[in-house]
């Protein structure tokens, strides 16, 4: 059955919630069969296309994977990214977020940021396209890739800007790479879930890189558990053809018309 929104809030304080990203179909249709959410996220970015930065990454690219990845989904809730510059006010948010929902029949957005973007997220609750939020680390406007949370101010602003979300309608936040003791007080004085990426166990949810987890991405970060070693897998399977290749083992008669 189809998860809803609503389905989601209701987990909170009772059921954690599993979230992966997915950037295509093949990829989409396993993650269907375990997580809640799935995210195109904008990560792509530098995972896919090797950018320095997820500010490379244009409304059209996500739309375009998130088109892939929409064909794989029955079940979870598809969120995508609304990539950098393209919510630097709520008129261009509002367009841009109605076109994503068009085009890739998602079911929300995230947008990075709080204080800043809190009378944009309200344009598009009242506009019906729901909205997650992402605090922490905003990889689309940060200049370190640094845990938050060590600094009073950091901590009082993080958690001053949930609030102000969950305000504004969020249905769920991201709490990136943020302090076990932040994630923990922000999640126990929200309704709304928050999905954690190396913000603890206390959120309501995790999500991690797809490519990540299974270690198809050969850097290793401290908030990663890597479940499989997927490299290793693809290096055997093609050292094996490249073996019966030049064998003549491959195609055989099988294999053939
Ligand atoms: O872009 C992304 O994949 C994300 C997750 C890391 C939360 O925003």
Redesign the pocket.
């Known amino acids: 059955m189809k998860k809803k929104i609503t389905d989601l809030i209701k987990k909170k304080n009772k059921k954690k919630i599993v979230s992966l990203?997915a950037y295509s179909k093949n990829v989409a249709s396993i993650l269907d069969n375990h997580c809640d959410i799935i995210?195109v996220?904008?990560?792509?970015g530098s995972v896919l296309y090797n950018y320095k930065s997820?500010r490379e990454v244009s409304l059209h690219m996500m739309i375009e994977h998130s088109k892939s990845v929409r064909m794989g989904i029955k079940k979870a809730l598809m969120v995508v990214?609304m990539p950098h510059n393209t919510y630097r006010n709520s008129k261009e948010a509002l367009k841009n977020a109605k076109k994503i929902m068009l085009k890739t029949k998602c079911d929300a957005v995230?947008l990075e940021g709080g204080k800043k973007i809190y009378e944009t997220v309200k344009i598009l609750v009242k506009n019906k396209i729901p909205v997650m939020g992402?605090l922490g680390l905003l990889?689309q406007s940060d200049k370190t890739f640094k845990f938050k949370g060590k600094k009073k101010l950091d901590r009082d602003n993080i958690i001053k800007d949930a609030q102000l979300l969950e305000k504004a309608g969020v249905f769920s936040i991201?709490l990136?790479c943020i302090e076990t003791s932040l994630a923990k007080f922000v999640t126990q004085n929200l309704k709304v879930p928050t999905?954690g990426?190396g913000a603890s166990k206390f959120c309501d949810g995790q999500?991690l890189?797809f490519d990540d987890l299974i270690g198809l991405n050969p850097i290793n970060y401290r908030f990663v558990k890597k479940y499989a070693n997927i490299r290793n897998e693809i290096s055997k399977a093609v050292s094996n053809y490249s073996k019966d290749v030049r064998k003549i083992k491959f195609p055989n008669k099988n294999n053939s018309y």
């Open positions: 990203t995210l996220g904008d990560s792509l997820t990214d995230k992402h990889p991201v990136e999905i990426i999500i890189v």
